[in-house]
């Protein structure tokens, strides 16, 4: 069945970044899979999370830097990342801020993001 999402839900987060979800768990009640457009400000940045989900993101704008074990891996504008389930990343932005969209399978949620305290 199709369903048409005419809006986005605006999810609250410290430090400036907006969410704007389209499809997931807040807006249009999916578990599966949740779409969001996000918009950073410059040298935003975020606790390390251990996510139970892969994240898939694609970078309209700016730039996204990865903290990962692997090291440290920047993101261009037209360029995309995912990351795997268990994998312990940091997100960031660059000093132009970044705007990208983010693609969570199954469906992002703050229990299931793991995100550190400190």
Known sequence: MVRRIDNATRIPVPGGKTIDEY?????????????AHMTAPPGWDEPAQTPEFTEYTLVLRGTVVVEHDGGVTEVGAGQAFVSEPGERIRYSSGPEGAEYVAVCLPAFSPEGANRSDA
């Open 23 to 35: 499809v997931g768990r807040v807006n249009s009640g999916d578990s599966q899979i949740s779409i």
